[in-house]
């Protein structure tokens, strides 16, 4: 099992570096790391009294790798979570927030388990994801997966503007789709015609 530093570095690898899409609402954004987490967090890299753009640009890989450790994976109780599960929940928190534990909720609710859509990794959630885990390792794992590929697709449809993260321009699979497929076992991912299908609508 890779550790929580391995999954970060690979989290700021899959992120990138500099961007600023007026398309995205996260805004400007350097290794993953968002100019609304920094202010949140009060991160004046350049320290001359202001968190704007170019604080953003100036942040490094290493402070984004500590920054995923300490705020998307330690404080949300991401550990708390099976093996299997942590790699993929704790990249979709860097990518979706409290979100992140919502999909996994949703979808334990869906399995039979009683807990509630609240976003906060508690003991119902921990011990509801343990009893998952234990019926099916694999099975959990993909399921998350494909719950989070749902919920890329659901942002999109209802959103024109964020399309183009979930459909390239030349008509493939587009950056968030490819995302949550990573943590997918090759026979769930979707195919050309299965992918062309289900945007055939935008």
Do not use: C
């Amino acid at each position: 099992m890779r550790d929580v530093r391995q999954i970060a570095e690979e989290i700021v690898a899959r992120e990138g570096g500099f961007v600023d899409d007026p398309d995205d609402p996260g805004g400007a954004t350097n290794h993953g790391v968002t100019i609304h987490t920094m202010r949140r967090l009060g991160l004046d890299v350049d320290r001359d009294g202001d968190v704007d753009v170019d604080d953003v640009r100036a942040l490094s890989r290493a402070d984004a790798v500590r920054i995923f450790i300490e705020h998307y994976h330690d404080r949300p109780g991401i550990a708390r979570l099976p093996d299997m599960l942590r790699p993929s929940v704790f990249d979709m928190y860097v990518n979706a927030g409290a979100n992140a534990v919502k999909i996994l909720q949703r979808l334990l609710r869906d399995m039979g388990e009683n807990v509630g859509v609240d976003g906060v990794i508690g003991p119902q959630t921990a011990a509801a994801a343990a009893r998952a885990a234990a019926k099916g390792p694999d099975h959990i794992a993909d399921a998350y997966g494909i719950a989070r590929r749902n919920y890329y697709f659901a942002l999109a449809d209802a959103r024109p503007a964020s399309r183009k993260f979930a459909r390239s321009r030349a008509g493939g699979k587009g950056g968030w789709i490819r995302r949550a497929e990573e943590f997918i076992s090759r026979r769930y991912h979707l195919d050309q015609q299965a992918f062309n299908e289900r945007v055939s609508t935008w």
